[in-house]
């Protein structure tokens, strides 16, 4: 604790505050417990910002900390962060953001590296649905769009030179969303193969189509999903929403900026954004084996 800021807020807490000695305890452990937090994702006290705030959040979730153990170390923040502004050491209060009930919904089910390359592989491209249904996980997986976005695109929404697409959100938004080139070969791959096979002699500017030549709906996909999660022992955690949130996690924890994948995502808000600010059970780890007494002894 050997930041000057910390040390005045605590005389603050002392002299100003006239707070009893187990509460000036309890603030200084919550403190304590963030500044190694900080130390893992190597940012400083003063430089914290409001993404970094909401990763700390998360990382108390993921960690196993009740709501109401998350409510007091995020109440003791405030208070530091509120005197720093205060006493103009930083020109903002990073901790506004905890001020809205977002901050602490619960973290959506996400796959990891591993779960999605399994995912990617059971698709059988030899037949035409399987080629569907590979060139389907890719580009959601690529993009992060809506399942209803995903069935309503048609061919000419996607620009294959150029690698991005066109999609309409919610409150029928335009937005352009990038893609992978693995994605582009799928897609491509399905266009001049599997889907020809699945018009059935009619004509149709939707991309994805059932055994009916029809568009695919958003509980065929579902279904379809489901299906492939069964094999890999992941259903209960696979949606097309799950999806998204990995486009989004993935994204985030290779150091994607945030307003990037808010943009790519189609939210109107920041803050819905914030809540892929979590970090990976690795990190997790790290930070356990790291702090944890028992575990720094038992890795010697």
Not at 42 to 50: H, I, N, S, T
Not at 126 to 139: H, N, S, V, Y
Request: hydrophobic residues 40%; proline residues 3%.
């Amino acid at each position: 604790m050997s930041d000057s800021a910390v040390h005045s807020f605590i005389n603050y807490l002392i002299v100003e505050k006239g707070l009893s000695g187990n509460t000036i305890e309890a603030y200084r452990n919550d403190i304590v417990l963030f500044r190694k937090f900080l130390e893992l994702e190597k940012v400083k006290l003063r430089a914290v910002g409001e993404e970094t705030v909401t990763r700390y959040v998360a990382f108390l979730f993921n960690a196993g900390y009740s709501p109401r153990s998350i409510m007091r170390f995020c109440s003791s923040l405030r208070h530091m962060y509120k005197f720093m502004t205060e006493e103009g050491m930083i020109p903002e209060n990073p901790t506004d953001v905890l001020e809205t009930p977002r901050a602490f919904r619960l973290l959506p089910k996400y796959l990891t590296d591993a779960e999605v390359e399994t995912l990617l592989s059971l698709p059988d491209v030899e037949t035409p649905f399987g080629q569907r249904d590979k060139a389907m996980i890719e580009l959601l997986y690529a993009t992060g769009l809506r399942v209803s976005e995903l069935i309503n695109l048609k061919i000419n929404d996607l620009n294959m030179a150029e690698c991005f697409l066109i999609t309409f959100g919610k409150g029928a938004k335009e937005r352009l969303v990038p893609f992978t080139d693995t994605a582009r070969d799928w897609v491509e791959h399905y266009l001049n193969n599997g889907r020809i096979s699945t018009l059935n002699g009619k004509e149709s500017y939707v991309l994805f189509l059932n055994r009916f030549g029809n568009a695919l709906t958003r509980q065929g996909f579902w279904k379809i999903l489901k299906a492939y999660g069964r094999e890999i022992g992941i259903a209960d955690k696979l949606s097309p929403h799950t999806l998204r949130h990995t486009f989004a996690t993935h994204l985030l924890e290779h150091g994607a900026d945030l307003r990037a994948v808010q943009m790519m995502l189609g939210h109107s808000s920041i803050t819905t954004t914030e809540i892929y600010t979590h970090i990976s059970m690795e990190r997790l780890k790290q930070v356990y084996f790291k702090f944890h007494p028992r575990a720094k002894e038992e890795q010697k």
